[in-house]
């Protein structure tokens, strides 16, 4: 195989590739761009004008979807797949895959918007590089833009996988993408309703993608994702990347569950509490009434909501941070 096919053997020993540019035998270009960022471009032929831009490991210990690229990037080197699509893969946070953690210093997905801008340290020149390499890759003119940003979650979940799809005001959501991540296996997609500081947002509100977080499982330690079962992905992943993706139907959105978001949960100081156990799973449900979170100045977070549900309850981020959603359902009628 060739050496830039194995990105994450070089983004893990932090080495620089002698060779920055190889071609395969397809007679693909592959280029290695900077440590974790490689872009893949089909000869002009057979080219059919979509920019995919494939990121994980922005959190570093989030490792299905990074052994997931992984896979993708060998299969395209050795001549197993061949792309009709241009591509990006980005490994996020090198520093923090290579110690297994979620960051060093700092949360890369709280850096984008402009948010680095106002910090300092690896994390943030990080979220600005990224910034740099997506805007880049994204900025040749007429055609399509998707973005995939891959996750997996610290804690179990009520709905194994799901996407948040990211809000820019006057941009309706597209019916036809939620069908290709009902078919990528999503059984759920949360409806962004305001701006954020994540990567998919960035790429979404700045550089006009089609972008989502996806959420497919829980994190576990490199060798250690057997539980995570990312086989419709992968599939539909390889068509888009082929360009021979089955066509999707009218009914392609059954059984996808929609939610919008009803209140983010912000931590505000050190006495934040948030009232639920160690171990509540994403989804769970919350009655009329419960005490769901105190901070200080006698700010109580209530559930008022009908069908509110939590996800990503953390009440360890840094305050000024989320510290968990409240979702309510939605329904398809504001799609596009
Ligand atoms: O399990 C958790 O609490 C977090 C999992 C995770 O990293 N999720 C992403 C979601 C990004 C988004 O809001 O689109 C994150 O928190 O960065
Ligand atoms: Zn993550």
Known sequence: MLALGKLLELTLAGREPAEKTQLTVEGVRMRWL????????????????LDLLLSAGIHGNETAPIELLDRLLH????????????ILFLFGNP????????FVEQDVNRLFNGRHEQSSGS????????????????SLPDRNRLHYDLHTAIRGSKIEQ???????????HSRQELARLRAAGMEAVLLQ??????????TYDKLGA???TLELGKARPFGQNDGVNIDLLETRLKQIIEGNEPPLTDAALDGLQLFSVAREIIKHSDSFRLNLPADIENFSELEVGY??????????????EEGARIIFPNPRVKNGLRAGILIVPTTDENLA
Do not use: H, M
């Open 162 to 172: 799901f996407a948040l799809y990211p809000w820019k005001e006057g941009r309706q």
């Open 95 to 102: 520093e923090a895959i290579r110690k297994g953690e979620r």
């Open 210 to 212: 089609e972008s989502f």
């Open 123 to 138: 994390e943030a020149l990080r979220a600005c590089e990224l910034e740099r390499l997506a805007a880049s890759f994204f």
């Open 75 to 86: 299969d395209i080197a050795r001549g197993d797949v061949k792309p009709r699509a241009r």
């Open 193 to 202: 309703n305001k701006p954020s500081i994540v990567f998919s947002s960035y």
């Open 34 to 49: 900077s440590e974790g960022a490689l872009e893949v471009r089909p000869p002009e032929a057979r080219d059919n004008g």
């Open 291 to 304: 005490l769901l979170a105190e901070d200080i100045a006698q700010t109580r977070w209530i559930i008022e």
